[in-house]
Each structure stands twice: as structure tokens, then as C-alpha cells.
């Protein structure tokens, strides 16, 4: 890509939009990924106890299991948000900026 291209691209109106769009949910994402996170290290951290305690009065399985798979499946699911977006909001952006800056 030439410099000049680089250029257009950089000062195009809609370029700014696309950047302003994809860091803000990559910041919505990355807090609450964060978030859930570090809120899963601090309870282990200053309240194991919660973790311990058992799913139902019969069984061995605790809190912990199930919290783990529900965080697993939330950053899945974050993930496969940003993916989502990227594809149908993101790249129709890209491609068109590039077009235009092309012209």
C-alpha cells in the first residue's frame, strides 16, 4: 500500500468512526472479561469458603465447578461477540474506507 493510500485511508471521515467503534468494545469486553476475572481471583484469594461449599447437601461438587465452566463459557461467548461484530460491522467498514481511498 502506498503512502499516499495510507494517507487517504488515515484522514478519512469514516476511518475515525471505525476506530472510535472497534476500541470501544474492545474496552467493553476486555473490562468485563477483567472484571469477571479478577473477581473469581479475589474470592479464592479472601473467601475460598464460598467456593467450598457444596452444590446440593448429597453431592461432592462445589460452587467452584460450576463457576468455572460459567466463566469459561462467558469468555467464550465475549469472544465469539467481538468476532460477530468484527465480521458483519468491521470488515464492511475496512473494505469500504479502502475502496473509497483506492478511488
Not at 476511518?15 to 481471583?41: D, I, P
Not at 469468555?75 to 474506507?97: H, K, N, P
Amino acid at each position: 500500500m502506498s503512502t499516499e493510500i495510507y494517507q487517504r485511508i488515515l484522514s478519512h471521515p469514516r476511518y475515525a468512526e471505525l476506530v472510535r467503534r472497534r476500541k470501544r468494545l474492545a474496552w467493553l469486553l476486555a473490562g468485563s472479561t477483567l472484571g469477571v476475572f479478577f473477581s473469581f481471583v479475589l474470592i479464592v484469594a479472601f473467601k475460598p469458603s464460598i467456593l467450598a461449599t457444596p452444590v446440593s447437601s448429597a453431592g461432592v461438587t462445589t460452587i467452584a465447578i460450576p463457576l468455572g465452566v460459567a466463566m469459561v463459557v462467558f469468555f467464550w461467548v465475549a469472544t465469539g461477540i467481538y468476532v460477530r461484530r468484527a465480521s458483519r460491522d468491521f470488515d464492511g467498514l475496512s473494505d469500504q474506507i479502502v475502496q473509497e481511498a483506492n478511488q
